[in-house]
Structure formats: C-alpha cells, structure tokens
C-alpha cells in the first residue's frame, strides 16, 4: 500500500510539473516595444538602429530624455535633429537637471499624445536617482503599455531593467567580493539584468558576477552599435555587433556566497548564448532562434 501511495504521488507530481511546463506562468506581456541599444549606436550613415525606433512608433511624436548626460544640450540637440531627419514630426527634449525638477507640477505635460521616449546614454543611477517614482516614470509606462516605443542607448539601456548594472571591474575575471554594483532600475523590462558596451569594455565577468548574484534573471550583454528589440515575449537582434545572453538557472555550483573576498567567482553549468543580426530569443522557453 505505501508503495502504490509513492507512485501515486510521483505520478501526480510529474503531471503538474508538465502541466507547468506546457502553460508557462507569465507575467502579463506589455503591447508596446522595447529598443534597448548597447551604445555607439550609427548616427552617420544607415542609422538602422534609430531607424527601427521611429519604424515602430505608432504616431509622430518623440520625448528624448537627457538625465543621464554630463552634456545634456548638446546631447539633447543632436538626437533631435537625427529623429527629425529620419520622420519624426515632434522631437521634444527632457532635460532633469535634479529631481526636484521632476516633480513640477506641469512637467508631464510634455508627454501629451507622445508615442516614442529615448534614454540618451550617460551614468544610469542618474536616471534612476532623478526618475524613479516620480511622475515621469508613471508617463513613459503609461505610453509602452499602451503600444508605444521605449528605447535606450548606453546608460538608457541598463536603466530600463528592475534590476540594473551600475558598476563593476570589466576585462577580467570576476572576484567575489569586487567592485560590482547593483541598483533599483525602471522596471520597464522583466526577468532580465542589462549591460552595455559589452565585447568592446570585457563586460563578460561581471555580467558573470550579477548572474551569479541573481540567477532567476536572464543576463544580456550588448555590443556597441547593437540593439535587441523586445516585443512581448521575444527579443530580435538587429545591429553590427553580438548580443550575449547569460543564463543560470540551470547552473549547479558557484561560489559567489562562500570565498574569500579576493577569491575568483566560479560558476558551474551556466548557459550563454551568443547572438547576431536577425536572431531571436525567446525569454519564455529560455532558448535562442535561428531567425531569417
């Protein structure tokens, strides 16, 4: 009787991890489409890049916000002059010079019947230390749930995560107890921990290191001149450079919580995928696609 009891009981378990695995519990999937850009991205010649975000607005006008510039006018002027030469008809630039400029009362004004925002690139804790929970924020949700584009290059890239990369040693192999900083970021994107500049700065062992740290999140490293362009449950490649997707949830072993704090971090067992132009990944099954 107690060994009928266990198949049983194996048998029931086994239905429901399948029953799981053939209805994947997701969170709701926002409409719009995230453009996250490693940075460096073409602003000469093809612009493919920001080509793409103006492809994918639904309508006609732009909100660039500049927070994270050390050189916001100049900065703010040049991408308004490339989005206006690639079609769009309204380009306004945001500029958060503290965060008490923020939350005036007038500020979201700006944001009427916008239907695309860009992150410029710069230092991310800036963005999030001046937007965060303010009504800004509450604004660029509001236009990507309701079927507009959110985009970001640079430090506007790693910002757009719930969890965000703010720091940490690149070109060598992570130590346990190294210089890697995380912060709170937008949480305009899910499930997944963002880095830039990638191949080009040796971000791979840090990248590695907040895995380690975090391995329910799908790390994504983003070459320079390199976007992923989120849709749902799925992200395409489009750019010059490789996307690098990290994943450990499979992984058996890492030493991150135990060393010494100058010990080098180990991990076991840990995925990485390495994409291309037109490649997709799919975040749902956690595997890449050929694509066209």
Do not use: W
Request: proline share 2%; aromatic share 4%; hydrophobic share 40%.
């Amino acid at each position: 009787k107690t060994s009928a009891k266990i198949k049983s009981l194996k048998k029931r378990v086994a239905q429901a991890h399948k029953g799981l695995e053939s209805k994947p519990q997701v969170r709701p999937l926002h409409r719009g489409t995230a453009i996250i850009i490693g940075g460096a991205e073409d602003k000469q010649n093809e612009k493919i890049i920001l080509r793409e975000v103006v492809k994918r607005m639904p309508g006609k006008k732009m909100v660039v916000i500049t927070a994270a510039s050390e050189i916001p006018l100049e900065v703010g002027r040049d991408y308004k002059k490339i989005f206006e030469s690639l079609g769009v008809e309204h380009v306004e630039v945001l500029h958060v010079e503290e965060r008490l400029d923020a939350i005036e009362e007038n500020i979201t004004k700006i944001f009427q019947h916008a239907h695309g925002v860009f992150f410029t690139g710069g230092d991310q804790l800036k963005i999030t230390t001046k937007l965060g929970g303010t009504p800004i924020v509450d604004c660029v949700r509001k236009i990507f749930e309701h079927g507009g584009v959110i985009a970001g290059t640079s430090a506007g890239a790693s910002a757009m995560s719930e969890t965000m990369l703010v720091a940490g040693g690149g070109g060598e192999s992570h130590k346990v107890g190294g210089t890697l900083k995380m912060a709170q970021g937008l949480g305009f994107v899910k499930e997944m921990i963002i880095d830039q500049h990638f191949a080009q700065r040796g971000r791979i062992g840090r990248l590695l290191g907040a895995v380690a740290q975090n391995p329910v999140l799908i790390g994504i490293g983003i070459d320079e001149d390199t976007a992923i362009i989120l849709h749902g449950h799925r992200f395409k490649v489009l750019g010059s450079g490789a996307v690098y997707v990290v994943d450990g949830r499979a992984a058996t072993y890492t030493n991150i919580s135990e060393a010494q704090a100058d010990k080098t971090m180990c991990m076991f067992d840990v995925g990485l995928h390495i994409l291309g132009q037109d490649n997709i990944f799919d975040m749902r099954q956690h595997r890449p696609i050929k694509g066209i």
